[in-house]
């Protein structure tokens, strides 16, 4: 799985969504071409997919619905970042966080999804389902 992360540098990165790494080549080409040739920096929106590191309870959460996905980030700009899930809730992610956490010099934080990009997430998913109906 993969985080869509989308911003820039003035306003910052923002979880758009938790997609299935299948669906990252119709998502590039959808916000390709949503975003156009922008020149001005300050309005000009990025997008950038991170690799999930799925839990050791991936399993016991099961199918978790789109809307619900939290996850774990780690990391920085020179470091590089780390991402982990998705998690079925932001208490569950917390407490894996601190186990990854204890003992260690990295921390872990969680990042809801972004509530402003949720009329472009609902259409990121309805992409990615009509691509999935074509196929079947």
């Given at each position: 799985m993969k985080a869509l992360f989308r911003g820039n540098v003035i306003k910052g990165m923002r979880l758009v969504g938790?997609?299935?790494?299948?669906?990252?080549?119709?998502?590039?080409?959808?916000l390709d071409q949503l975003d156009g040739p922008i020149t001005d920096n300050d309005e000009k929106l990025f997008h950038q997919f991170v690799d999930l590191i799925p839990s050791s309870q991936a399993e016991q959460y099961g199918d978790i619905p789109p809307q619900s996905r939290v996850i774990l980030v780690s990391g920085s700009l020179t470091r590089?970042?780390?991402?982990?899930?998705?998690?079925?809730?932001?208490?569950?992610?917390?407490?894996?966080?601190?186990?990854?956490s204890f003992g260690q010099m990295t921390n872990y934080y969680v990042v809801d999804q972004?509530?402003?990009?949720?009329?472009?997430?609902?259409?990121l998913y309805s992409l990615v389902e009509k691509k999935t109906a074509a196929v079947a």
């Open positions: 938790v997609y299935d790494d299948e669906d990252q080549p119709v998502i590039e080409q959808y590089g970042i780390v991402a982990r899930g998705p998690f079925p809730a932001r208490s569950i992610a917390l407490g894996y966080a601190v186990n990854l972004e509530p402003e990009y949720m009329p472009l997430r609902d259409k």
